[in-house]
Nanobody, 114 residues
Framework: QVQLVESGGGLVQAGGSLRLSCATS????????MNWYRQTPGKQRELVAT???????NYADSVKGRFTISRDNANNTVYLQMNSLKPEDTAVYYC????????WGQGMQVTVSS
């Protein structure tokens, strides 16, 4: 059973930082790439960052240079470090992995005040 449990969201002022964590079940990180998505009301879920099994990373243009995705295989955890946060980063953030189908975390609210 694939389980993704997120933590670390909250309220922060513009220019501040937050780190999201996604604890995964089993040894998923040894075999699969991981993703972070975000979603705001009335909009489609947006891919924010990806990290491959080999550690290669990719980012949406809107977060390049500000967000960093990383993984700790020993602790089965994926992180999203978010710096220089902007009000437009306000969203529910989801951890994701595709293993024959999409699996999602429960979602974590991030609110950036101006």
């Amino acid at each position: 059973q694939v389980q993704l449990v997120e933590s670390g969201g909250g309220l922060v002022q513009a220019g501040g930082s937050l780190r999201l964590s996604c604890a995964t079940s089993g040894s998923i990180l040894n075999f699969y790439g991981m993703n972070w998505y975000r979603q705001t009301p009335g909009k489609q879920r947006e891919l924010v960052a990806t990290i491959s099994r080999g550690g290669s990373t990719n980012y949406a243009d809107s977060v390049k240079g500000r967000f960093t995705i990383s993984r700790d295989n020993a602790n089965n955890t994926v992180y999203l470090q978010m710096n220089s946060l902007k009000p437009e980063d306000t969203a529910v953030y989801y951890c994701n992995v595709y293993i024959t189908r999409n699996y999602w975390g429960q979602g974590m609210q991030v609110t950036v005040s101006s």
